[in-house]
């Protein structure tokens, strides 16, 4: 059975960091394109980074871009997102996600067969 369980959310200031972690259970990770996306109240569910299946490259949105870093740890199946110099605009719902494909990342929320079931992330003074 496929699982995606996110953690590492939580309240922080602006300018902070926090790490999310994305446990997978049921498939390899390292085989599946991964992404992290972010639903801000009132918006759609958008791309914040993503890492290609094939060779591993990775896609950030121009909000995020040296801030953000995500990863994957290959022997214990998770995935992560690094995120330093947090603003306001971060505030949302963190979700991961994963689909079985052979070729390069994916930003479309519909793209993608797998999802966890969020974690909150709300920066704030």
């Known amino acids: 059975q496929v699982q995606l369980v996110e953690s590492g959310g939580g309240l922080v200031q602006p300018g902070g960091s926090l790490r999310l972690s994305c446990a997978a259970s049921g498939f390899t990770l390292d085989e599946y394109t991964v992404a992290w996306f972010r639903q801000a109240p009132g918006k759609e569910r958008e791309a914040v980074s993503s890492?290609?299946?094939?060779?591993?490259?990775?896609y950030y949105a121009d909000s995020v871009k040296g801030r953000f870093t995500i990863s994957r740890d290959n022997a214990k199946n998770i995935l992560y997102l690094q995120m330093n110099n947090l603003k306001p605009e971060g505030t949302g719902i963190y979700y991961c996600?994963?689909?079985?494909?052979?070729?390069?990342?994916?930003?479309?929320?519909?793209?993608?067969?797998?999802w966890g079931q969020g974690t909150q992330v709300t920066v704030s003074s």
């Open positions: 996600a994963a689909v079985a494909q052979d070729g390069g990342y994916l930003l479309m929320w519909y793209d993608y067969q797998y």
């Open positions: 890492i290609s299946s094939t060779d591993g490259t990775t």
